[in-house]
C-alpha cells in the first residue's frame, strides 16, 4: 500500500524529473542554434498592393511603378481592376509596363 509520504515523494521526483528533462534540451536546441555568417541575408520579396497608392500611381503609370521598384519593392499586388483593365489602364499593357519596370 503506497503511504502518503511515499506518494508525495515520488510525485516531486517525477516533477522535478520533467524540470530537468526540459531544461536539458532546452540547452541542446541552444546549442544548435548557429548563427548566420556575416554579410549573408535571406531574400526577400516585398510586395505591395497598388490599392494603397489610390490614384497617384495611375497619374503616370511606368514612371510609379520604376519607382516602386527604385524603392525596394518587387512584386505587386492589383486591386480595384475592372474586367480587362487595371485602372484605367489595359490589363495586357498594364503586364508590360510592370515587366519593363521589374516588377511581378
Same mark, same amino acid.
Do not use: H
Given at each position: 500500500?503506497?503511504?502518503?509520504? %511515499?506518494?508525495?515523494?515520488?510525485?516531486?521526483?517525477?516533477? @522535478?524529473? =520533467?524540470?530537468?528533462?526540459?531544461?536539458?534540451?532546452?540547452?541542446?536546441?541552444?546549442? @544548435?542554434?548557429?548563427?548566420?555568417?556575416?554579410?549573408?541575408?535571406?531574400?526577400? %520579396?516585398? =510586395? @505591395?498592393?497598388?490599392?494603397?497608392? =489610390?490614384?497617384?500611381?495611375?497619374? %503616370?503609370?511606368?514612371?510609379? @511603378?520604376?519607382?516602386?521598384?527604385?524603392?525596394?519593392?518587387?512584386?505587386?499586388?492589383?486591386?480595384?481592376?475592372?474586367? =480587362?483593365?487595371?485602372? %484605367?489602364?489595359?490589363?495586357?499593357?498594364?503586364?508590360?509596363?510592370?515587366?519593363?519596370?521589374?516588377?511581378?
Amino acid at each position: 500500500m503506497t503511504t502518503r509520504r %511515499n506518494f508525495l515523494k515520488n510525485t516531486s521526483l517525477c516533477a @522535478l524529473g =520533467g524540470l530537468f528533462a526540459t531544461k536539458a534540451a532546452a540547452m541542446q536546441a541552444a546549442s @544548435l542554434n548557429t548563427p548566420a555568417p556575416m554579410g549573408t541575408t535571406a531574400a526577400k %520579396n516585398i =510586395g @505591395l498592393q497598388i490599392y494603397s497608392l =489610390g490614384g497617384e500611381l495611375f497619374a %503616370n503609370v511606368p514612371v510609379g @511603378l520604376k519607382k516602386l521598384k527604385d524603392m525596394g519593392y518587387a512584386t505587386i499586388e492589383l486591386a480595384g481592376y475592372s474586367p =480587362g483593365k487595371v485602372g %484605367n489602364v489595359d490589363m495586357m499593357e498594364f503586364k508590360k509596363m510592370a515587366d519593363d519596370a521589374g516588377l511581378v
